[in-house]
């Protein structure tokens, strides 16, 4: 599998097929905010109500998993698990997901470490946030430093496997069948790359690119709410 493509340059800087589609995925986010929150009404409609079942789901996860003092956090992870959704998903339309290149989901899991050492500072202060680290015993300080470090590592890489993977696997299978059709067979045109790799596409891309998003989601809230 080759890496992302350049696809034009801005100032001499060139912009890769990743953060293109990061781009046509922040649009789509920020278009969707605004169309959705434009105009409230007391009734609502078939938008709106969509709009506040999803806001209202988000608060609730949050609420579930980080408690009700931290609800200030459901903006930011509703937009994580909506943007990691949106670039695990654009596979489906031919398009290479961001999340497919390792840059972005370790730029997302340092985000994710510096709120969870944000937020151990906040609530433990200082003295009880470098403490942490000392226990049980000081002598494991190095071992609980290489844990807190791994942290951001694993994220990035679970995600990054995941969809990576999904693109190996597909492009193979294409590979493959254009190989069955036109050497093995003998036809024209490889026939047997329509509706065979639709299945592992909506696999992949569909069941894998939600579930994945979740998970990272998930795995935010819990090392937050775990670092107070």
Partial sequence: MNGPKIMFHIGGIGISETITTTWLIMLVLITFAYVGTRKLEKVPGKLQNFVELLVDAFYGMVEQTMGKHNLGYTPYIGTLFLL?????????LGLRAPTADLNTTLAMALVTFVLVQAQGLRTKGVGGYFKGYLEPLPALLPLNLIGELANPVSLSFRL?????????????????LAWVSTGLVGLPIPIF??????????YFDLFTGVLQAFIF????????AMAE
Wanted: a neutral charge; proline letters at 2%.
């Fill in 193 to 202: 790359q329509v509706g065979i790799p639709a299945v592992l596409s909506i």
């Fill in 217 to 224: 989601t998930m795995l935010t809230m819990v090392f937050v």
């Fill in 160 to 176: 990054f496997g995941n969809i990576a993977g999904g693109m190996v696997i597909t492009s193979l299978l294409y590979g493959f």
């Fill in 84 to 92: 990691f959704m949106l670039a695990n998903l654009v596979g489906l």
